[in-house]
């Protein structure tokens, strides 16, 4: 067996009392405590870039592809269905779906009160899978027959509360056009993002209807709604999709179109990594404060093994021993914390959130094992790289002078 390894064994904490101890145990709980903290933050960063990121990716794609206009940006200019790009798009490797949508804006009006709306046309193309998450009350609308326009509409719950609506009533939508036309609708379902830019204006109907309004024919949409097998890839597949679009298309990348809620989530990810920071710059500054109060304390031991032939290496190979046993003990506790304190709230979404600050009305977790091993990894090499600062005293402790120390 390695003597040094041995000897740290034999000095542990808990085979130790007193200060020692003390000593020990203090160090076991500040690096439990700050792994537990990271983890638990670095779960929560995640599991708020994956709710935001999914509800806006749901509600619009990766990608928006429609024509090039000067004007309201809820007016489409029509394109068509029969460009090679939607047609072939499984011949892309990296496009997971695409699906097409015209936008048509009017005036909603209930009982007592008129709101601007926004009504979003989408066809059996719609991913109704990913937007099943938004959906709070009622269902999705049903496709009629091809050419026949289908009256069922989905409000976000924001407008429906405003016009006092709700599933089952009837609804009249007036479109400013020449000449006026208005439609009567039913509401078949509500939906609730927290997001404004879709609760506050959103409606969604058959495309049919917009198709029918505006006199398009039935191969002519708004546009194309790109959804990227790997939503990492959205920064770098943009100029891919420009080439291989129609000429008078344009690509609008929605983190772009919605920049004020991905610059946030940005934010949060630079607030946590300064959190990384300090929380590494404890845990270092702990371990060599314990280590320099160990060594101290063993000062005679020390002077003892020099006396009887040990090597300063092998007398700090003990105290590196004794602090990777300290952290790695901080380690496995603060682990057990910080996931047993996730999966519990994963599993009751104990703790709440105002959803009309934070887009979401519970603290979302995100299950991503590397981030966990990869902090593990981190704090583990951080904490023991600096036990040998403290360590490389050893080699000026001189043995008369340790032996006589008290």
């Known amino acids: 067996m390695n003597l040094s390894y041995f000897i740290a064994k034999r000095i542990s904490f808990k085979r130790t009392g007193g200060f020692t101890g003390t000593i020990h145990q203090i160090a076991v709980a500040s690096i439990a405590i700050g792994l537990s903290i990271l983890i638990i933050a670095f779960l929560i960063l995640g599991g708020f870039k994956q709710v935001v990121s999914d509800k806006v990716f749901s509600f619009t794609g990766h990608y928006q592809v429609h024509k090039f206009t000067s004007h309201n940006a809820y007016e489409n200019y029509p394109s068509s269905k029969d460009s090679q790009f939607y047609t072939s798009y499984e011949d892309y490797g990296y496009i997971r779906h695409i699906q097409d949508y015209a936008y048509k804006p009017g005036l909603l009006k209930g009982d007592e009160e008129v709101q601007g709306v926004v009504l979003k046309g989408v066809s059996e193309a719609f991913d109704q899978e990913a937007f099943s998450t938004s959906m709070v009350k009622g269902r999705f609308i049903q496709f009629g027959k091809k050419g026949e326009a289908s009256n069922e509409v989905v409000l976000s719950r924001n407008i429906a509360d405003k016009l006092m609506l709700t599933v089952g009533d009837k609804v009249v939508m007036y479109f400013v056009q020449d000449p006026p036309r208005y439609r009567r609708f039913d509401i078949v379902g509500i939906y609730e993002t927290y997001l404004e830019d879709f609760d506050d204006k959103i409606i969604i109907g058959d495309i049919q209807t917009i198709r029918n309004l505006n006199g398009w024919e039935n191969d002519q949409v708004g546009g194309f709604e790109v959804f990227l097998k790997d939503p990492r890839l959205i920064d770098t597949k943009e100029e891919e999709l420009y080439e291989v679009i129609d000429y008078d298309l344009k690509v609008d990348k929605v983190t772009t179109m919605f920049i004020q809620i991905f610059d946030w989530l940005k934010l949060l990810n630079n607030n946590v990594y300064v959190f990384l920071g300090l929380i590494l710059f404890v845990a270092a500054f702990n371990m060599i404060a314990i280590l320099f109060i160990l060594i101290m304390e063993r000062t005679q031991m020390i002077g003892l093994l020099k006396a009887i032939g040990s090597t300063n290496r ?58 966990v091993l990869g902090l593990n990894a981190l704090i583990l090499f951080v904490t023991t790289l600096v036990l040998f600062i403290p360590a490389m005293m050893i080699s000026n402790v001189r043995p008369i002078k340790a032996i006589r120390f008290d």
């Open 314 to 371: 092998q007398i700090r190979g003990i105290f590196v021993w004794n602090g990777v046993r300290i952290i790695g003990r901080g380690m496995l506790i603060g682990n057990l914390i910080g996931l047993g304190i996730a999966w519990l709230q994963d599993l009751t979404h104990l703790i709440s959130l105002d959803p009309a600050n934070y887009y979401m009305s519970y603290v979302p977790i995100q299950w991503n094992w590397p981030i």
